[in-house]
């Protein structure tokens, strides 16, 4: 099984930018689809962004479209969310996810790592 650790969260003012990283062991990375979500306090966790397994096809939440990009190194094993024009309602704690199917549903994925915060705050 693969092991997962995201790094790369903070504080950050309204309208800034941050990069998530989610730094992946064991197993061979590329062979799973990688998924981010995010969960703010009190409420559920939530889907953010999807990319296949060779990093070609991407899949967002409305949300975050245009906004957030997604993608992957598999030479170096990790998973890597570009946060740009953060808003205060991005705040949460992010998760990336290892699975072996094409999903936007938290129900799919088999590995999680501890989460990152992200705080968004003038």
């Known amino acids: 099984q693969v092991q997962l650790v995201e790094s790369g969260g903070g504080l950050v003012q309204p309208g800034g930018s941050l990069r998530l990283s989610c730094a992946a062991s064991?197993?061979?990375?590329?062979?799973?689809?990688m998924g981010w979500f995010r969960q703010a306090p009190g409420k559920d966790r939530k889907f953010v962004a999807v990319i296949n397994r060779s990093g070609d096809v991407t899949a967002y939440a409305d949300d975050v479209k245009g906004r957030f990009t997604l993608s992957r190194d598999n030479a170096k094993n990790t998973l890597y969310l570009q946060m740009n024009t953060l808003k205060p309602e991005d705040a949460a704690v992010y998760y990336c996810?290892?699975?072996?199917?094409?999903?936007?549903?938290?129900?799919?994925?088999?590995?999680w790592g501890q989460g990152t915060r992200v705080t968004v705050s003038s």
């Open positions: 064991g197993r061979t990375f590329s062979n799973y689809y």
């Open positions: 996810a290892a699975g072996n199917i094409w999903s936007a549903s938290d129900r799919s994925y088999t590995t």
